[in-house]
Nanobody, 123 residues
Framework: QVQLVESGGGLVQAGGSLRLSCAASGRSFSRNIMGWFRQAPGKEREFVAAITSTGGTTYYADSVKGRFTISRDNAKNAVYVQMNSLKPEDTAVYYC????????????????WGQGTQVTVSS
C-alpha cells in the first residue's frame, strides 16, 4: 500500500509563502501522475495542482494559478508545492495523492490518504 506523508504546513500571514512536501513510498511513484488537494472546514476536498510522471507538464486550479508551483523529485519519491502570495481562502488541510483526469476534472486515484498538513493564512 502506498504511504503518503505530507509536511511543511503552518501559520502564515496573507501574502506569505510556504512550501509543502509529500513523501511517498512505493516503487511505482515515478510512473504516477501526482497531485495536491485541499479541504477547508465545512467544504469538500478540492483539486489544487497536478504534475505528470516526468514533471514535464503541470496543471493548476484556477484559484491558485500563478501563485502555486508544483514540482517533483522522482529520485526522492517526493512531490512539492510552492505556495506564494497566500490568501486567507487558501486555509485548508493539504493532501497529496496519485491523480487521474476523467470527466474533465482531476480526481484522486488512490484510496489511501495521508494525514495532510494544515495551512492557515491569517489576514
Amino acid at each position: 500500500q502506498v504511504q503518503l506523508v505530507e509536511s511543511g504546513g503552518g501559520l502564515v500571514q496573507a501574502g506569505g509563502s510556504l512550501r509543502l512536501s509529500c513523501a511517498a513510498s512505493g516503487r511505482s511513484f515515478s510512473r504516477n501522475i501526482m497531485g495536491w488537494f485541499r479541504q477547508a472546514p465545512g467544504k469538500e476536498r478540492e483539486f489544487v495542482a497536478a504534475i505528470t510522471s516526468t514533471g514535464g507538464t503541470t496543471y493548476y486550479a484556477d484559484s491558485v494559478k500563478g501563485r502555486f508551483t508544483i514540482s517533483r523529485d522522482n529520485a526522492k519519491n517526493a512531490v512539492y508545492v510552492q505556495m506564494n502570495s497566500l490568501k486567507p481562502e487558501d486555509t485548508a488541510v493539504y493532501y497529496c495523492n496519485t491523480v487521474v483526469y476523467v470527466g474533465n476534472k482531476w480526481s484522486p486515484l488512490g484510496d489511501y490518504w495521508g494525514q495532510g498538513t494544515q495551512v492557515t493564512v491569517s489576514s
